[in-house]
């Protein structure tokens, strides 16, 4: 995160060479940065391999998320930006490699991780009001994208896809990431029907799907 800051401040210095400060300090303000983060911190971090639930509770550990993120928009701020959207948590306790792990023969989602995502958004959708009212002429907007990715979980038919809990990479059930090669792996028949690509991750489609309601939805708190 603190490496996207720096490459940010780059971009910037480059910026002010091509155009001016003035023209920088115009982009800057009428630009919008999209920050995404926070689904491994909870998956993974917490949750996972990082095993933090061990040592800390998930009231604690989304507080510390939601204060990071606040940092960084205050950061971002600092660069110059005025629109800021930070996009929350989905619902990770229904990927598959977590139906794999705690859903059951059912394959239900996994309730603590969905619990902890909409703890985290809450807290961050809080932060970020809060912070607004301390940085003059600043837009930031928190964008939910939890509820309609529980929309199309719960109607996907509305949307062309048939497969909600297996991935479309190998089984479907804990492959991810590397593990999904084409030395290794079959993939199924078609892709555009499937949500996820392997058992963490959406498909494109999906994303496109996902994106298309966001934009219409938060396209009017732009300047
Ligand atoms: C694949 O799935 C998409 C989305 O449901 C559908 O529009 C398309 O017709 C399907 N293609 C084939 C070859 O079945």
Known sequence: ??????????????????????????????????????SNDLAITYYGQGAQSLIYDVDYFTSVMANSAASFVMQLYGYGA???????APPLGCTPSQRTLK???????????????????????????????????????????????????????????????????????????????????SVCSNISSYIFWDSFHPTQRFYKSLTKILFDRYIHRLS
């Open 82 to 88: 005025r629109q800021i959207a930070v996009i929350g």
């Open 103 to 185: 859903g059951g023969l059912l394959r239900n989602c996994a309730q603590d991780l969905n619990y902890a995502s909409q703890l985290f958004n809450a807290k961050l959708s809080i932060t970020l009001d809060q912070l607004a009212k301390t940085l003059p002429n600043s837009n930031l907007i928190f964008i939910d994208m939890y509820s309609p990715f529980s929309d199309i979980l719960k109607n996907p038919q509305d949307y062309g896809f048939e497969e909600i809990k297996k991935g479309c990479c190998g089984t479907g059930l804990v492959e991810a990431g590397p593990l999904c090669n084409r030395f290794t792996t």
């Open 1 to 38: 995160m603190l490496d996207q800051l720096t490459y940010f401040q780059h971009y910037i210095e480059r910026v002010k060479r091509l155009v001016g400060q003035e023209k920088t300090n115009h982009i800057l303000a009428k630009g919008l940065a999209i920050v995404v983060a926070g």
